[in-house]
Every structure is written in structure tokens, then in C-alpha cells.
């Protein structure tokens, strides 16, 4: 069974930082594609960050340029998430998911983690 799990979130106040990771179980990460995306409270989930199964290509939405950072290390089979500068907007679930393919657009997502939590609040 594959499984995407997501670890790192938290409560923190504006401007700090945190990091998410994103593993997995029942398969191996790095044949994938991964997305970050998040919901926050009564609004659709939307995407935040991209990163090809190679690591050679990312994309951020327009909301995290400059403040978020995926990568990828495939020796330890994990992706993360720096986020810095936050904000309270930033507040959400935070889902990582996975594509068998080098790289995949924001609707191309098939495999979910269950979410971690995001809290910036003073």
C-alpha cells in the first residue's frame, strides 16, 4: 500500500520558519514526482510547491516565491519544505503527493499524505 506521510508542521509565530519533510512507505519516493499543496479553513486546497523526480526542476506559486523552498534528497528518500518568513495566510493542512512521472503539473497528483498542520499566529 503506498503511503505518503508528512511531518514538520506546527504552530509558530509570523516571520519564523519551518520545515516539512515528506516520506513514504509501501514505495519508493524517488521514482516520483512530488507536490506540496495546502488547505487552509473553508477555502480550496491549493498548490504550493513542485519538484521533478530528479530534483532539476521546481515550481512555487506566485504566494511562496522568495519565502518557500522544496527540494529533494533521494539518498534519504525525502522531500522537503522550507518555509520561511511565514505568515498568518500561510495557516493550513499541508499535504505532500506523488506522481510516477519526472514531473507533474499541479492536477496531476494521484497519491495523498493525511497533513500536517500549519499554525502562524502570535
Known amino acids: 500500500q503506498l503511503q505518503l506521510v508528512e511531518s514538520g508542521g506546527g504552530l509558530v509565530q509570523p516571520g519564523g520558519s519551518l520545515r516539512l519533510s515528506c516520506t513514504a512507505s509501501?514505495?519508493?519516493?524517488?521514482?516520483?514526482?512530488i507536490g506540496w499543496f495546502r488547505q487552509a479553513p473553508g477555502k480550496r486546497r491549493e498548490g504550493v510547491a513542485l519538484?521533478?523526480?530528479?530534483?532539476?526542476?521546481?515550481m512555487h506559486a506566485d504566494s511562496v516565491k522568495g519565502r518557500f523552498t522544496i527540494f529533494r534528497d533521494n539518498a534519504k528518500k525525502l522531500v522537503s519544505l522550507q518555509m520561511n518568513s511565514l505568515k498568518p495566510g500561510d495557516t493550513g493542512v499541508y499535504y505532500c503527493?506523488?506522481?510516477?512521472?519526472?514531473?507533474?503539473?499541479?492536477?496531476?497528483?494521484?497519491?495523498w499524505g493525511q497533513g500536517t498542520q500549519v499554525t502562524v499566529s502570535s
Open positions: 503527493a506523488a506522481a510516477p512521472v519526472e514531473f507533474a503539473h499541479w492536477e496531476e497528483y494521484e497519491y
Open positions: 509501501g514505495f519508493t519516493l524517488d521514482y516520483y514526482a
Open positions: 519538484i521533478s523526480r530528479s530534483g532539476g526542476r521546481t
